[in-house]
């Protein structure tokens, strides 16, 4: 590459694939799924709908939803050698970890699923519903409980409350995370998504492409951040020490998890639908106090720093008011992200071409080999 060639850090803006899944308007803080706004989404529709919707691009029939349900329910029961593989995990393992395991291995015993080709449909009805029985499973095993038995009258999103907390979430609970679940599906060419898709590119399985996006979407700077947003509240205890904690972070130059975005230059539109959704969930349990101090740290942080929360500000007090454990945030998001992973996966299939960007060398380009007795100690 020729040296007056502008590097591109981050890969920022630029346009890698032609996608039909997302559209994001970072301006105008617009996000829509196959050209349906997210807020009606997830004010009318479910998860499993919003699946259909990712996968094959257009809302289904009654019927055909009917059918995806039934679908799902059926997928969720883990074979017995990933059960046992699960309970032989060291409990204090990451789950995100745990997830990006349980994938790899689901892939060997179930090769059929994996190959690469439009007939991934099946892999991808097949990870998504057994994400939750995975991270239910580690998360019985390590509390010291029996797993759960399965629950096929529940809903994908009551199911996972359910196999995380072994009781059944309320209707505003189940709701809530529902429409958590709706949000998260997919984001356009996010870190983890793109790792999905460089891996498909290759003609590698769709098993492979999950499992590289799990690994991406751990990381703080992506879906890791929800789980740092909720240790700040922690850290600050209560709403009086919110502006002392906040400011003093800021001045240290540290990122505030939760704030800015790459590509929303305005208010991420998920984070204002799961604020209202944090108010309703906090009411009915009688406990604002997380939505208290959310609203103090928005103010402090758009006041020194002029961002705007995004969607992680939000989820990790949604999921903690319903009893889910911290480090399961993320595996969470992955439990909802992993439709849209496995919708960019097929259409990467659809028209593949082998991602592969280029580096600018800054490196020696004339040294001559010294033998090792010859360089000194
Ligand atoms: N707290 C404090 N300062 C920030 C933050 C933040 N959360 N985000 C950006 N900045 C500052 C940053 O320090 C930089 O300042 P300066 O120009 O003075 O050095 C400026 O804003 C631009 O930041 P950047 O890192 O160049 O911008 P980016 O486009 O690479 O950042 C981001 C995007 C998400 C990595 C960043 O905003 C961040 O680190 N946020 C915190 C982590 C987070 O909440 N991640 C979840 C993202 S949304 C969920 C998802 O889709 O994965």
């Not at 995380?164 to 995370?177: D, H, P």
């Not at 889910?324 to 969470?332: E, G, M, Q, R």
Request: negative net charge.
């Amino acid at each position: 590459m020729a040296s007056n060639e502008v590097v591109q850090r981050g890969l920022q803006d630029i346009v890698a694939v032609e996608s039909h899944i997302t559209f994001i308007d970072g301006k105008g803080g617009r996000l829509l799924y196959e050209g349906y706004d997210i807020r009606e989404l997830a004010d009318r529709s479910t998860f499993e709908e919003v699946a259909y919707l990712l996968w094959y691009g257009r809302l289904p029939t009654r019927s055909q939803l009917d059918d995806l349900r039934q679908r799902l329910v059926s997928l969720r029961p883990l074979p017995e050698p990933l059960a046992k593989l699960i309970d032989t995990l060291p409990t204090d393992s990451n789950p995100m970890d745990v997830l990006r395991t349980a994938v790899s291995a689901l892939a060997m015993l179930e090769p059929s699923e994996a190959q690469p080709g439009p007939n991934s449909i099946g892999g991808a009805l097949r990870l998504t519903a057994a994400l939750p029985s995975m991270i239910g499973r580690f998360q019985r095993r390590r509390v010291g409980l029996a797993p759960l038995k399965d629950r096929p009258d529940l809903s994908h999103a009551e199911n996972l409350l359910y196999q995380i907390t072994g009781k059944e979430g309320t209707e505003i609970e189940n709701r809530a995370l529902d429409v958590a679940l709706i949000l998260h599906a997919d984001h356009e060419l996010n870190a983890s998504t793109f790792a999905a898709r460089v891996t498909a590119s290759t003609l590698s399985d769709l098993y492979s492409a999950v499992t590289s996006a799990i690994g991406t979407l751990k990381g703080p700077l992506h879906g890791g951040a929800n789980e740092r947003a909720v240790e700040l509240l922690l850290e600050c205890g209560d709403l009086g020490r919110v502006e002392e904690v906040v400011t003093a972070k800021l001045a240290r130059h540290e990122r505030v998890m939760g704030f800015g975005h790459r590509v929303y230059k305005v208010e991420d539109p998920r984070a204002t639908i799961l604020r209202a959704w944090l108010h309703t969930v906090g009411e009915s349990a009688g406990n604002l106090k997380s939505y208290d101090m959310l609203e103090k740290e928005r103010e402090v942080v758009h006041r020194e720093k002029g961002l705007y929360p995004n969607v992680d500000l939000y989820s990790g007090s949604v999921y903690a008011l319903l009893g889910v454990p911290k480090d399961l945030f993320t595996p969470i998001f992955a439990v909802s992200r992993v439709t849209g992973w496995t919708a960019h996966v097929l259409e990467e299939y659809r028209d593949l071409r082998l991602i592969r960007p280029s580096a600018l060398y800054v490196g020696p380009t004339d040294l001559t080999y010294v033998p090792i007795d010859q360089r000194g100690s």
